[in-house]
Every structure is written in structure tokens, then in C-alpha cells.
């Protein structure tokens, strides 16, 4: 059986308030972003410890400390010795040290920034992929593969709309290719509608064997044409449709990892909370 939970800042960045909240519905599983005003692998000691205190006092497990690891930055002007990208590999570190603080098994990374055409042929080579722009990511995400082998870490390597990896296929791709079993795909199949794969099956399938490690839930109505994303209360947008079939298949097929509401629905007026609240129950109907 799945295991749901919530980003906690998508209730409120106040972390008690959130891990209320999720001890209201009964959700068990807190992942991690921003807690207070800072994102997570940036607490200092005294915070840190509050951390681990509120955990405990509510009764909740961490899921995946998830910050924004090598989120915008361009492979093309990024290489190893750069000191953004070191900077990007202390956050890891200090990321899995705060996973192992909290008894937390998965740490987020994201894929840098999107280049729009990856692969080509008869012409496109040429023309219109951004050559060598796959093979720098797989250089640059191996280092980052190689510390949470030498820490004992799953990393989570997310399917983003503004990633280079935007999804399940290209996540299943990367895997394959840097072949370690410590990196997994956090699936987030409406992120995924952005580069217009279709959840179910397509993006369900391609994670068939193991690949997958974690699981964003929301919802969008995706217009490409017009580069414009709105957030929807969870089954009234564009996912809506493959929610009931990807959740029965991960029944199916045993999944036992965990689930996360993604709570970034904000209804007219109203705050990331009343957005949480207006979907709770259709994700705990779908998934529970």
C-alpha cells in the first residue's frame, strides 16, 4: 500500500501549522521543501533540531528531503570545477545529512534547465538538437549519483516542466545510462504533460521495473502554445482524466513508496491551505 503525504509548504511554510493539518486528515508522510523562510539543507542546528522535534511530537515520517539540487542551471555553462555547480554538491550533502538526521531514505535532485531538443536525425543533428547537452547532463549529474552511493541515499531525479528531464522516458533514459541502482525517478506526470507525454499508459509504463522512487500528485491545465500553466483543484484539470487509471495500476503493481499531494492550487481569494483542503479528499479517495 502507498504511503500519502504532502509537501508540507503546500499548507503553510509555518511547520507546525502544516504537520497539524496533515495530523487532521490523517496523512503520515511529511516531504520536506521550505520550512519556515528557508529551504531545506539550509536550517542551522537550533532549526534543525526543531525540525526533528516537531516530527516526533506529530507522529509523521519524512519522505524525501526535496530541495532544488542543480534546478536552472545550464549544463552548457556548468562543468565540475564551476563553484555554482560545487555549491549545488555541498547543498547535497547537507540535504542527506538532514535525510539522515530525520530517518528520511530519498533526497531530491532536479535535471538543470530544459533544452528544448535533445536527440535528432537526418538533418536535425544538425540543425535543431542541442548537441552534447545529454551527454554534459550525464556527466554532471554522476558526481551527485556517486556521493548518495557512498552515503547509502536514494536520489530522486524529478520529471520537470522547465528540466531536462521532463519525462518518465528520458528519467528511465538516465538511469540506464549512469546504471546505479542509488537514483530513481520522482514521477510527476503533470509536470510531464508539459512536454506533452501522455500519463497513462505511456509514462506509467516507462517506469515499470524499478524506476520508480517517489510520486508527485496535482493537478494543471497545461496550454503550450500559449506558455501558460493553471493549477487546478485535484480531477478538474488535464490529469484529471488518468488519475483514476495510475492510481489503480500502482495498486496493481504493489507500489509501496510514497505519494505526495503536491498543494500548489491557490483558488481565487484564497490560500495554499484552502487549495490543500479542496483537494485532500478526492487524492485520499484516488489513492488511499
Given at each position: 500500500m502507498a504511503k500519502l503525504g504532502v509537501i508540507t509548504d503546500g499548507i503553510s511554510r509555518e511547520f507546525e501549522l502544516a504537520l497539524?493539518?496533515?495530523n487532521e486528515f490523517g496523512l503520515?508522510?511529511?516531504?520536506?521543501?521550505?520550512?519556515?523562510?528557508?529551504?531545506?539543507g539550509d536550517l542551522d542546528d537550533r532549526e534543525m533540531n526543531r525540525a526533528q522535534q516537531l516530527v516526533k511530537a506529530h507522529g509523521v515520517l519524512v519522505s524525501c528531503i526535496s530541495r532544488h539540487i542543480f534546478g536552472g542551471m545550464l549544463v552548457?555553462?556548468?562543468?565540475?570545477?564551476?563553484?555554482g555547480y560545487q555549491a549545488h554538491l555541498a547543498a547535497l550533502e547537507r540535504c542527506i545529512d538532514m535525510a539522515q538526521a530525520l530517518d528520511c531514505?530519498?533526497?531530491?535532485i532536479m535535471a538543470f534547465r530544459k533544452e528544448m531538443i535533445l536527440f535528432g536525425s537526418q538533418g536535425a543533428e544538425e540543425w535543431n538538437v542541442a548537441t552534447g547537452a545529454w551527454e554534459k547532463l550525464r556527466e554532471l549529474v554522476e558526481p551527485a549519483v556517486q556521493i548518495a552511493e557512498d552515503r547509502d541515499i536514494t536520489l530522486v531525479v524529478e520529471t520537470g516542466n522547465n528540466a531536462m528531464i521532463t519525462s518518465a522516458f528520458l528519467a528511465r533514459k538516465l538511469i540506464d545510462e549512469?546504471?546505479?541502482?542509488?537514483?530513481?525517478?520522482l514521477w510527476d506526470p503533470a509536470n510531464s504533460l508539459y512536454c506533452a507525454e501522455v500519463p497513462f499508459p505511456d509514462g506509467y509504463d516507462a517506469l515499470r521495473g524499478g524506476?520508480?522512487?517517489?510520486?508527485?500528485?496535482?493537478?494543471?491545465?497545461?496550454?503550450?502554445?500559449?506558455?501558460?500553466?493553471?493549477?487546478?483543484?485535484?480531477?478538474?484539470?488535464h490529469l484529471g482524466a488518468y488519475l483514476p487509471r495510475i492510481a489503480a495500476a500502482l495498486r496493481e503493481g504493489g507500489y509501496d513508496g510514497a505519494i505526495s499531494l503536491e498543494s500548489v492550487y491557490r483558488p481565487p481569494g484564497?490560500?495554499?491551505?484552502?487549495?490543500?483542503?479542496?483537494?485532500?479528499?478526492?487524492?485520499?479517495?484516488?489513492?488511499?
Open positions: 497539524s493539518v496533515m503520515q508522510h511529511a516531504e520536506l521543501q521550505f520550512l519556515w523562510d528557508k529551504e531545506v552548457g555553462g556548468t562543468d565540475r570545477e564551476s563553484a531514505p530519498r533526497v531530491r549512469l546504471g546505479s541502482q542509488q537514483l530513481k525517478v524506476y520508480l522512487g517517489h510520486i508527485h500528485i496535482k493537478d494543471v491545465v497545461v496550454e503550450i502554445a500559449k506558455a501558460t500553466v493553471t493549477c487546478k483543484e485535484l480531477g478538474s484539470g484564497g490560500t495554499f491551505e484552502d487549495g490543500f483542503r479542496a483537494s485532500i479528499g478526492r487524492f485520499q479517495e484516488l489513492f488511499g
